[in-house]
């Protein structure tokens, strides 16, 4: 089972931020925060990673709390073409990941 | 380009038939996956491979089998195709689960 909980859907404007939240309560010290993203008719594609500190590529931005049990992927400019399902995980580095439902979003023109 | 290939993007089978689902990577990864994707019910794991001739079952592999031989290529294979097996198919690899890149798909029809 997923160890991770999305919303199901958001709506952001584009140019603005997309702020995509994901609970994972239960998590373990070993284990990590990734976030993938799925385009329609396409396979995942991944997004970026974290265990405690927050990160930065140059794709997104991902803030995780202080007592890691949730985490905040940030895409600060969001164009159409973001328009996916973002799916957050939670696993150790040698585990297998286990895909959620995840957060479908749609950028509004 | 870092590259996962999978065979077919589209494949018609018969019941009973025995199909075989190819994917090759070209990263020199260690780990490969597939997994089976259908409306409401997400990414299920059916397979993984940490190594050349070692595998792992996922949530759902009943009904299928895998082979890897080389370390490059991961096949999927379902002995006595059904209908309920019709669904998106996706093969990915990974070094350590550092970054996991993702094939296109295979949409297998089981009529």
């Known amino acids: 089972d997923a160890k991770t909980t999305q919303p199901p859907s958001m709506d952001c404007a584009e140019g603005r931020a997309a702020n995509l939240p994901c609970n994972h309560s239960t998590i373990s010290g070993n284990e990590y925060v990734y976030w993938y993203r799925q385009i329609h008719s396409q396979g995942p594609q991944y997004i970026i990673h974290?265990?405690?500190n927050n990160e930065t590529n140059e794709m997104a931005s991902l803030i995780i709390t202080e007592d890691r049990k949730s985490s905040t992927l940030i895409l600060p400019h969001a164009t159409l073409r973001d328009t996916a399902v973002y799916y957050c995980i939670v696993s150790r580095k040698d585990d297998k990941i286990i895909f959620g439902k995840g957060t479908r979003l749609h950028i509004l023109p | 380009d870092v590259k996962v290939t999978q065979s077919s993007r589209y494949l018609v089978k018969r019941t009973g038939e025995k199909v075989f689902l190819e994917c090759v990577q070209d990263m020199d990864h260690e780990n490969m996956f597939w997994y089976r994707q259908d409306p409401g019910l997400g990414l299920r794991l059916i397979y993984f491979s940490y190594d050349v001739k070692m595998k792992e079952k996922g949530d759902i592999p009943e009904g299928y089998s895998v082979s890897r031989e080389k370390k490059e290529r991961f096949s999927l294979i379902l002995e006595s195709a059904s209908t309920n097996q019709t669904s998106m198919y996706l093969c990915a690899s990974s070094l350590f689960w550092e970054e996991a890149f993702f094939g296109q798909g295979t949409r297998l029809t089981v009529v």
């Open positions: 974290g265990l405690k």
